[in-house]
DNA sequence: TATAATTCCTATCGGTTTACTAGGATTAAA
DNA sequence: TTTAATCCTAGTAAACCGATAGGAATTATA
């Protein structure tokens, strides 16, 4: 299940790529027109400030701001990003690889084949979708 | 994140599409071979049982056994009984839709769009892919 | 017939994660 | 100085997950 945090995300992240110009836009702006928790949200973006895809600016008609192009963010980061692993399990996972303590070859794991599989074409999609492709 | 529910009933219908013939294997062989919990994989293999996949004998020389023969056993089915929805979504599940709660047009989202590419994808996966795929 | 080996079934439980909330500190425009 | 915004840390209720407990029912076999 995609949580709620990354789908939240990527709709703040379009409702931005949406904006003609790219003045800030406040948290509420935001929460109010796409239906998302005031306080979540905040922490949401926050996030993405912090890992390069948002700029902020604080006070007074302040708020969050695309740093790059719709074209230029691809999905494979906010999804990391946001959602963590796109492997569905951890021992076919590119960034974040841990061994499965129950098998003892994964070459002959029945489930490490298949999910190798389900990886790469996810991942396909994701690198080859862009913010952009998404608001047209 | 695949779940070790689904992980472990994968492995489990592995080891028997494994096995010569089709004697019943008691839960202990499985769970010692593939180091999965006893207690859990009783009631993964109960629950398959239930929907169809696997046959039962009780008592002395008992076990589990395949009921169709691997190639007719596709993951896609498989997925659905042990882990639920293949969808990430449940607004682009085909089998437990849902609509979102603050989703106004599902047209127009950028998350629907996305995650439609991405079961798709994943859907054909695990349609063609049988549970003898996985065992040779 | 007694025994051992097995599935069947229901219930429970601790730990983790998720989605969300609270509250105040900080910053900046008007 | 006021107002409107982000920043930051913490907390929390509910759900879910992985696993466990314990015994009833069933069946082969000595």
Chains 1, 2 share one sequence.
Do not use: W
């Not at 509420?28 to 948002?54: A, V, Y």
């Not at 590119?94 to 003892?104: G, M, T």
């Amino acid at each position: 299940m995609l949580s709620k945090k990354t789908k939240y995300g990527i709709k703040a992240l379009t409702f931005l790529a949406k904006q003609e110009g790219n003045a800030p836009v406040p948290i509420e702006t935001i929460s109010k027109s796409e239906n998302i928790s005031r306080k979540f949200l905040e922490s949401i973006l926050l996030s993405l400030r912090k890992n390069g895809f948002l700029g902020s600016k604080k006070g007074k008609s302040g708020g969050y701001y695309l740093l790059k192009s719709p074209e230029d963010i691809k999905m494979v980061d906010v999804m990391r990003i946001l959602e963590g692993p796109i492997a569905m399990v951890p021992c076919v996972s590119l960034n974040f690889y841990e061994k499965c303590a129950d098998c003892p070859d994964e070459a002959a794991c029945a489930v490490h084949l298949l999910m190798i599989k389900v990886r790469d074409n996810t991942l396909e999609i994701f690198r080859n979708t862009s913010l952009a492709d998404l608001t047209h």
